[in-house]
Structure formats: C-alpha cells, structure tokens
C-alpha cells in the first residue's frame, strides 16, 4: 500500500486561518453567539453545561488540537451569566459562518 503525504502547506494554511480568525474577533471586539454558527445545545468536550450550550453564549476564541494534517478545531464560549465556559467542536458550516461574519474569505471543506 503506498501512503501519500499532504504537503505542508495544507495543514499551514488551516491552520493560519485559524489564527486570522482569532486576530479578528480580537480586533473586531465581535459578539459573537452560538446561535450564530449553528450550536445552540452543541454537547461541549467538558459537558459543565446542561443541556448543552446556550444560544447566548459568546466564541471567546478558537483552538485546535491532534495532528496537524488534521487538525479537530475546537471554540472555547462563555455562558453568558454564568461563570462557567465550554469547548466545542466547530465542523465546516460553523466555520464558514464564522468566516462570513468576520468577513474573512476563507475556504473550508470540499
């Protein structure tokens, strides 16, 4: 079986617009809920929400974590009220909503 390398450039380029994304919504100072991108009621990593994420709660920011070549990109929220926050996973469409709000003109998924 013969294996096929991704160039390095593909898992950069992800990568960096992960950072762009961030940079924005610093700059910005967007507000940003998960009803927005699609997630309210979204399972969080850590499960510290009840039912779920809220359609309130606010994207402080973006991470990511696994192999570079594919990476699982996750947003951290905060409750609003709450003094707690959850990770969630962020899939193709919440990330081109994202992308859309912040005005960023990035390509994600096929």
Avoid at 18 to 28: F, H, I, K, P, V
Avoid at 91 to 108: I, M, P
Wanted: with cysteine.
């Amino acid at each position: 079986m013969r294996h096929v390398s991704l160039p390095r450039t593909t898992h950069t380029l992800e990568l960096s617009q992960l950072t762009e994304l961030n940079a924005r919504l610093r700059e910005q100072g967007a507000r940003i809920t998960a009803d927005e991108l699609g997630l309210e009621g979204a399972a969080g990593l850590d499960a510290r929400l009840p039912g779920g994420l809220p359609a309130d709660a606010v994207l402080e920011r973006l991470c990511w974590d696994g192999p570079p070549e594919f990476p699982y990109v996750h947003a951290h929220f905060a409750a609003a009220g709450r003094d707690l926050s959850e990770i969630v996973d962020l899939h193709t469409s919440a990330l081109r909503k994202l992308s859309a709000r912040l005005g960023v003109r990035q390509q994600w998924g096929s």
